[in-house]
């Protein structure tokens, strides 16, 4: 068991609100991902859902209980921090069993509880090493272990991999990925990279300034954003968005070429994903621009086309093709692929 459900809760520091009012429910096994930049209340929320930071209104439910004044003990969940903080003088073995320990375990339940856990992990090799002589990744990887052999209801993870290198965050990526398929606990991750959320989420949450923006599947996030925010936040590079009108179902850009649209006349945002723009010979598609920056990786091209009025837009291109800064260039919006927001953002139904 381990599903978990917030009615309406806040968080306020004195006068001070910093989570405004967030109902949410997490489903048994779900592994669900808080993301949103810096400050805008995730490590308060999962704090909140641990016991770890008083709810100051509302409830949170954990298995059809109201948890919302229980104490983080009794709540049966285990928290992950980015910061490890291992006993340097136990090994690995004694590391991962110490609550076990202390909670009077016997030694022989300790030991398999420990040795299933090393085999989930794949530490079974260093067993009676200290922390010191591990790696960043596996010492993340034992921390972990040490909230596995307590079986959990569900693991609350606070940015766990911000401290590792690029390479090593994609590797326990896999690896938790991996762990939360062998073990079908409830997960629930906070993380301000998007890469993060949108490979390992079954849902994700959106939050930004103590609110929730949507949640969703990493594709209804990236395919259907329900507002600006949103449509900027997942997805990299970023979605562009220009200004534009829409009046008798097509979309004009000032300065550029129309192309369809639907819904009520008026003034409205156009968003278009990197990969959705074509680049053609000036005068076709959409916009005319000048390429002004390319950044090349290899398989991909990533392309700054100055497009004066309507501004900066980046593309997409196969790395394959040979573009410099200079070359004139026409942008071609592919059929259905453009989003349209209203002035305040919300996106309009198409
Ligand atoms: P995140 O984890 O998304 O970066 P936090 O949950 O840590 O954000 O913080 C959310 C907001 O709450 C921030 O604006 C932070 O300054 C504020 N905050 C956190 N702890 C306290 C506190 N003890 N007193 C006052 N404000 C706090
Ligand atoms: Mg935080």
């Not at 405004?20 to 490590?43: A, H, M, Q, R, T």
């Not at 129309?258 to 003034?267: C, E, F, L, R, V």
Request: glycine share 12%.
């Amino acid at each position: 068991m381990g599903a978990i459900t917030l009615n309406a809760v806040e968080k306020w520091y004195g006068d001070v609100q910093v989570i405004k009012g967030v109902d949410l429910e997490i489903n048994d096994g779900e592994f669900v991902i808080f993301v949103g930049p810096s400050g805008c209340g995730k490590s308060t929320l999962l704090r909140m859902i641990a016991g770890l930071e008083e709810t100051s209104r509302g409830q949170v439910m954990i298995d059809g209980r109201d948890a919302t004044a229980e104490p983080p003990s009794k709540r049966g969940l285990a928290m992950v921090f980015q910061s490890y903080a291992l006993y340097p003088h136990m090994s690995v073995a004694e590391n991962m069993g110490f609550s076990l320990k202390t909670a009077g375990a016997p030694k022989a339940e300790i030991e398999e509880k420990v040795a299933e856990a090393a085999r989930a992990l794949r530490l079974e090799e260093y067993l009676e090493r200290r922390p010191k002589d591990l790696s960043g990744g596996q010492r993340q990887r034992v921390a972990i272990g040490r909230s596995i052999v307590r079986d959990p209801t569900a693991f609350l993870f606070d940015e766990p991999l911000s401290n590792l290198d690029a390479a090593l965050r994609v590797e326990m990526r896999y690896e938790i990925a991996k762990l939360h398929e062998q073990l079908d606990s409830t997960m629930i991750y906070v993380t301000h990279d998007q890469v993060e959320a949108m490979t390992l989420a079954d849902r994700i949450v959106v939050l930004s300034a103590g609110k929730i923006e949507q949640v969703g599947s990493p594709r209804e996030l990236y395919e259907r954003p329900g507002n600006l925010f949103v449509a900027q936040f997942i997805g990299s590079p970023k979605m562009n968005i220009l200004p534009c009108t829409v009046s008798g179902g097509a979309f004009h850009i000032q300065d550029g070429r129309s192309g369809p649209a639907q819904g009520a006349d008026g003034a409205v945002n156009l968003g278009i994903r990197p990969e959705a723009i074509e680049l053609g010979e000036p005068g076709t598609g959409h916009l005319d621009g000048v390429v002004d920056l390319v950044e090349y990786l290899g398989a991909d091209n990533y392309l700054v086309i100055d497009c004066g009025t309507s501004g900066k837009l980046t593309v997409r291109a196969d790395g394959e093709e040979v573009i410099r800064v200079g070359d004139q260039v026409g942008l071609c919006f592919s059929e259905g692929r453009t989003h349209f927001f209203d002035t305040a953002g919300l996106a309009l139904q198409m």
